[in-house]
């Protein structure tokens, strides 16, 4: 008898299905679906067309799934990743309390919150949180419960990605990107291997690439040019991604591109991508299974709801889980005066327990609660005095690092600071031994040779390549020497 998982992939703007099922040969895609969501319409339609769609997929051969995996819109969710020692499971737990607390400005109280944990070294563990609004989560688990089906578990779109690209074979060290297109935002995340850098949500402005994502038969010249305007789109949303990234070295940078979604126009776009970035880029299918997919399946839309079917079957998961009946409890750390009262507490609990003194002891606990209450918002603010300290000192210490190791550098640095118009945006600055270069945009971007021309750190200065526009302005990379005059 086969067992049958179901795959739910919720977008702001449509929805794909895909029913997997597992036999004693292996596994295999039933059938997939996706049907269009028109908020507009407001709320309550929506709600009814995405139940009588979900309804009539599972009449469908009279199929009731073992377990329903769903997925929600990624911009609705906040996701962080981090790294904490785990010199044992207890400690890792607190640890990733504390840093969740840390990495996450709002009340995790309040929050539909999961995380998974992979280990990276000898006690060290990375850590992908991610937290939304708990109302968010029960109303699409209203949805399906209206068609009958309860969701085993909330993930995120990028786990299932994720896992997809393990199963595939194409998770390696190196720094890879995964862009997630839908018809009115894009999901960026950078990776290496199972560690998450960083992931972003950025909406897609262009009204003509709904038009490209959803229907099939536009003149080929319409498609190209939408396409090759959100090649350039998507470039600059990969290079500010990669730029703003501070946990990567300066000289890393992606080197390959992983397509999830982008509807009808994907081919187009994945070529249009690989040539405007020069990196490789691949739209990606299940090749790991090794039944040919059934015509319904359509990658660009169903790879998601693919993974989220697969997530029971498969070994070495990246698993988050915001169903609320799964929560696991974040518990907000509290600073050492709350522990010290609250042990103040317990002693005074004890006393009156030996003694008997019941009265007197319920108006201490009173008591100690209020100064408890007191003190609070005062150890708060000693706990956030204190990290801001720690991250001061850290910066301190990399400048200092810096000025021992080149000394010009923070010269230099204050000098560009002041030499270079408001109208310019460096980028990225890099400093080899003596060979500068620095990468940015600027509205007057043939200004800045003369400009740094004066300075008294820097010689032999000229244009690296060619001066591009952009929407930031003109982008342009500039080559000198570093070396002081006189």
């Known amino acids: 008898m086969a067992e049958h998982y179901l795959g739910i992939d919720i977008r702001d703007e449509y929805t794909s299905l895909t029913l997997v099922a597992r036999t004693w040969r292996g596994v295999d895609i039933v059938r997939s679906q996706w049907f269009r969501l028109y908020p507009e ?139 997630d297109i839908s018809s009115n935002w894009v999901d960026v995340s950078l990776i290496k291997g199972k560690t998450l850098i960083t992931s972003r949500s950025v909406p897609i402005s262009d009204r003509e690439f709904k038009k490209v994502f959803f229907d099939q038969d536009l003149p080929e010249s319409l498609t190209d040019q939408v396409t090759e305007s959100f090649s350039k789109f998507l470039t600059e949303v990969l290079e500010s991604t990669l730029y703003g990234c501070k946990s990567l070295e300066s000289e890393e940078s992606i080197t390959q591109i992983n397509l999830f979604g982008g509807g009808r126009g994907v081919e187009v776009l994945m070529s249009s991508l690989q040539t405007q970035t020069g990196v490789k880029t691949e739209a990606i299918l299940p090749t790991f299974l090794k039944k040919d997919t059934p015509l319904s399946f359509t990658p660009s839309f169903h790879m998601t709801s693919l993974g989220l079917g697969l997530r029971p079957l498969l070994k070495n998961n990246i698993e988050l889980n915001l169903h609320p009946q799964a929560q696991q409890k974040i518990k907000r750390t509290s600073s050492w005066m709350s522990t010290a009262v609250l042990s103040v507490m317990t002693l005074a609990v004890l006393a009156g327990l030996l003694l008997g003194q019941t009265y007197r002891n319920q108006n201490t606990l009173n008591s100690l609660n209020r100064q408890l209450e007191e003190i609070k918002p005062l150890a708060s603010k000693l706990q956030m005095i204190d990290q801001q300290y720690a991250e001061l000192s850290g910066y301190a210490e990399a400048l200092n690092a810096i000025e021992r190791q080149t000394p010009l550098k923070l010269p230099l640095l204050r000098e560009l600071s002041r030499k270079l118009p408001k109208d310019t945006w460096v980028t990225r600055i890099s400093i080899q031994q003596s060979l500068v270069e620095i990468q940015g945009y600027s509205a007057s971007a043939s200004k800045l040779i003369p400009l740094l021309e004066e300075s008294d750190f820097l010689r032999d200065t000229k244009f690296k390549g060619s001066i591009t526009t952009k929407k930031l302005g003109k982008r342009f990379t500039i080559q000198s020497t570093l070396e002081p005059r006189g």
């Open 41 to 179: 319409q407001g709320d309550e339609e929506t709600e009814d067309l995405f139940v009588q769609e979900l309804s009539d997929f599972i009449k469908i051969g009279n199929v009731k799934p073992k377990e329903v995996l769903l997925s929600m819109p990624r911009q609705n969710s906040t996701v962080q990743s981090f790294d904490v020692p785990a010199p044992d499971a207890q400690a890792l737990d607190s640890m990733i309390q504390l840093e969740m607390d840390r990495h996450f400005a709002f009340p995790l109280e309040s929050m539909s919150v999961s995380y998974h944990s992979v280990p990276v070294a000898p006690n060290r563990n990375h850590v992908i949180a991610a937290a939304t609004k708990r109302n968010q989560v029960e109303k699409y688990l209203n949805w399906l419960a209206r068609a009958g089906l309860d969701a085993a578990a909330v993930d995120l779109s990028l786990s299932s990605q994720m896992n997809l690209l393990s199963q595939n074979g194409e998770l390696g060290s190196k720094l890879q990107a995964i862009v």
